[in-house]
């Protein structure tokens, strides 16, 4: 099961913080806005009352895909059979833990001190939960407030240890008033130099909150409103990742845009390749990067290529992004769409709302002129439709606008940056899949397929935002080069630390109702 550390919840069914609700009824409400994991923490419950509820939770943790963890108690974890545990200092010993859930069972561990998170780590750890970062009312056996600098020197002594990859999520007195700062401080560090070279900083992937949702009067919309400053967080992590590690960027695209393509996966710190010829495909799969097939021009030789660069990169496990160019435009190619989605996966689809009706598929208005979108949907049905496409080919959905709307299934995420020059130069949403393609194949993207969607599409907004305000652009002529340069400032800036551009960001997680009227 795939992780999602992001908003991670931290169950209490104390009166003080659940009142006289559902502790089930709180856990689903969070789920629906976007919570990723559920910790079951009862440290008086009686054994059966504690399996008898762990079971209820676990009932609702699965329909929506997520792992239940339980606090302390690992007889009851392995009684109820759920994902795994999460153990502080004093609990259980970790190899005696390990021993009791088997090899694949998640185990979380506490640590408010480098040395903890070191050990914890060097025991087999799969995430760390670090703090306590403030005061709190629900957990006062509290070692030490670390604060976030405390967060922040364990994440850099964690990265210098060459333990980078190990999740990490902040826990204590964390809300929607303080997420955001404790993220960003965290997001803001640099490589760190030792005396063996540079390490790649290393960010939080989460926060674990426990009253912000439970004692929420809307649980849903507490979590939606986290959620929206993870993944705000999470942009300059992904940034940095696709720039210290030059993924490649492989596109089978129209000649038109190639050269721009290339500039922007080079602006953003990607290798690009424009390689059209399909036999070369099963080659450049293994060398670690993502594939971007682009229906810009459509001909039964380009189509047969397409396929099998398709199957080359999915036989080799690397992630594939289809834009489907003009797709309701021609019965040509409603059929070539319908051909490449029957015959492979893909880690995000992106599109206009008119291309987006027809990777639906089902019934609803073809509007398209040439590669424009000219439906006529609300926000809110082109937020179902990003939900439909995700839901049913199993992937990111990426509906681009005014508003852009992302979408992995479950949640629903809204990027409002961009400018409307990007809409008259040649092949802005073809190199808008480019840059996806850099940020999903990185080392922390190809964890977070979601927020490395997210990630490419506010800095290219941001960056179009940025070089129409200056003084030299005059028109589309002059806002390429301009724009060409943002994204290559905003990528040297993170990597500097230097996070200023991303007041600009505007991202939301949204609610869309599951009765929704779909377009």
């Not at 599109?351 to 949907?377: H, I, Y």
């Not at 809204?414 to 020059?421: A, C, I, P, Q, T």
């Amino acid at each position: 099961m795939a992780v999602d550390y992001g908003v991670y919840l931290v169950t209490d069914s104390t009166p003080a913080i659940l009142g006289s609700r559902s502790l089930a009824g709180a856990v689903e409400a969070s789920l629906r806005g976007g919570a990723g994991v559920v910790q079951y923490r009862d440290k008086t419950a009686s054994h059966d009352d504690a399996v008898r509820t762990a079971r209820e939770l676990l009932a609702v943790t699965r329909r929506f895909g997520v792992p239940l963890l339980v606090n302390d108690r690992v007889e009851v974890a392995v009684e109820v059979g759920c994902e795994g545990v999460h153990i502080g200092q004093d609990d259980m010993e970790f190899q005696k833990a390990r021993q009791m859930l088997g090899p694949d069972k998640i185990i979380g561990v506490t640590a408010s001190s480098t040395e903890e998170a070191l050990r914890a780590c060097e025991a087999g750890a799969t995430y760390l939960g670090l703090g306590t970062v403030y005061a709190t009312q629900t957990k006062k056996d509290t070692k030490a407030i670390i604060g976030p600098h405390g967060v922040r020197d364990i994440l850099a002594a964690l990265a210098a240890a060459g333990h980078a990859s190990v999740p990490t999520v902040c826990i204590g007195g964390i809300n929607a008033s303080n997420a955001g700062d404790v993220l960003l401080l965290a997001a803001a560090a640099t490589t760190t130099t030792t005396t063996s070279g540079s390490t790649p900083a290393k960010s939080l992937d989460g926060v674990a909150v426990v009253s912000a949702l439970v004692a929420a009067p809307d649980p849903a919309d507490a979590a939606r409103h986290l959620l929206g400053q993870v993944l705000r967080a999470r942009v300059p992590d992904v940034v940095r990742s696709v720039a210290a590690t030059t993924p490649l960027s492989h596109n089978m695209t129209n000649l038109v845009v190639q050269n721009i393509a290339a500039n922007v996966a080079l602006a953003v710190g990607a290798s690009p390749i424009m390689a059209n010829y399909a036999e070369e495909a099963a080659d450049l799969a293994r060398l670690g990067g993502a594939l971007v097939v682009n229906m810009g021009t459509v001909t039964p030789d380009g189509l047969k290529n397409y396929l099998q660069a398709l199957k080359a990169y999915n036989d080799a496990g690397r992630p594939v992004i289809l834009d489907p160019v003009g797709a309701g435009a021609t019965a040509v190619r409603r059929s070539a769409v319908e051909t490449l989605l029957s015959s492979g996966r893909y880690a995000v689809i992106k599109g206009n709302a008119s291309e987006m009706l027809v990777v639906r598929g089902g019934s609803g208005p073809l509007a398209q002129r040439g590669v424009d979108s000219t439906s006529q949907l609300t926000l809110a049905q082109r937020a179902s439709l990003a939900r439909d496409v995700a839901r049913r080919h199993r992937c990111v959905a990426l509906v681009t606008g005014a508003t852009d709307l992302l979408s992995d299934g479950r949640r629903v995420v809204r990027v409002d940056n961009g400018h409307e020059l990007l809409g008259m130069i040649t092949g802005s949403g073809c190199t808008l899949g480019t840059a996806v393609s850099a940020m999903v194949c990185s080392p922390v993207g190809a964890a977070e397929p979601l927020a490395a969607a997210v990630a490419a599409t506010v800095m290219f907004g941001i960056a179009a935002e940025m070089a129409a305000e200056r003084p030299e652009v005059r028109g589309p002529g002059t806002f390429v080069p301009a724009f060409l340069d943002e994204l290559y400032s905003i990528r040297k800036a993170t990597a500097a630390g230097d996070l200023r551009w991303l007041v600009l960001a505007k991202v939301q997680a949204i609610d869309v109702p599951e009765d929704d009227a779909s377009p």
